[in-house]
């Protein structure tokens, strides 16, 4: 059975910065792109930052470029995100996703978390 668990999140101050993890059990990450999205309530899933299977080719949202850094490790079998400057608006739960090739919109994605919670207060 195939889990991803993302941990991590929390609740910080505007500029403050946080590291979230993402899991896997019952898949090998090697072969897989990962992706970050975010859901705030009421909004559609936004994607945050892609990495391919050997974290040669990365993507990032225009709204956190030079801010969060998308990273993996596959011997863990655990990809990252590392967030710095923290703004009200990261505001959501971000869920952490796995298919073969990597893409940016939400639909395509095979596997997925169930997120984890980050507030930032102003």
């Known amino acids: 059975q195939v889990q991803l668990v993302e941990s991590g999140g929390g609740l910080v101050q505007a500029g403050a910065s946080l590291r979230l993890s993402c899991a896997a059990s019952g898949l090998s990450l090697s072969t897989y792109a990962m992706v970050w999205f975010r859901q705030a309530p009421g909004k559609e899933r936004e994607f945050v930052a892609v990495?391919?299977?050997?974290?040669?080719?990365?993507y990032y949202a225009d709204s956190v470029k030079g801010r969060f850094t998308i990273s993996r490790d596959n011997v863990q079998n655990r990809m990252y995100l590392h967030m710095n400057s923290l703004k009200p608006e990261d505001k959501s739960v971000y869920l952490c996703?796995?298919?073969?090739?990597?893409?940016?919109?939400?639909?395509?994605?095979?596997?997925w978390g169930q997120g984890t919670q980050v507030t930032v207060s102003s």
């Open positions: 990495i391919s299977f050997d974290g040669g080719s990365i």
């Open positions: 996703a796995a298919r073969r090739r990597p893409a940016t919109i939400a639909p395509v994605y095979d596997y």
